[in-house]
């Protein structure tokens, strides 16, 4: 458990990632709930999502 100053604002009881750089920045990332766990099914589905199921890349086609 890490105690924040009240200033900041976050939340108490709210779960964050906690993430330290090398330079000893500390990153606070919001822990969101699973949206896909109650989807029914072919919910977040759309057309776009049909063109990609057949796509194949060929030789260095994503290096252009």
Do not use: C, H, W
Not at 13 to 40: C, M, Q, R, V
């Amino acid at each position: 458990m890490v105690t924040l100053a009240s200033k900041f604002e976050i939340p108490a009881g709210k779960t964050y990632f906690i993430s330290k750089e090398n330079d000893g920045t500390i990153s606070l990332i919001p822990k969101i709930d699973d949206y896909f766990l109650a989807a029914k099914e072919k919910e977040f589905v759309d057309e776009e999502d049909m063109l990609a199921a057949d796509f194949i890349v060929e030789g260095r086609q994503l290096d252009e």
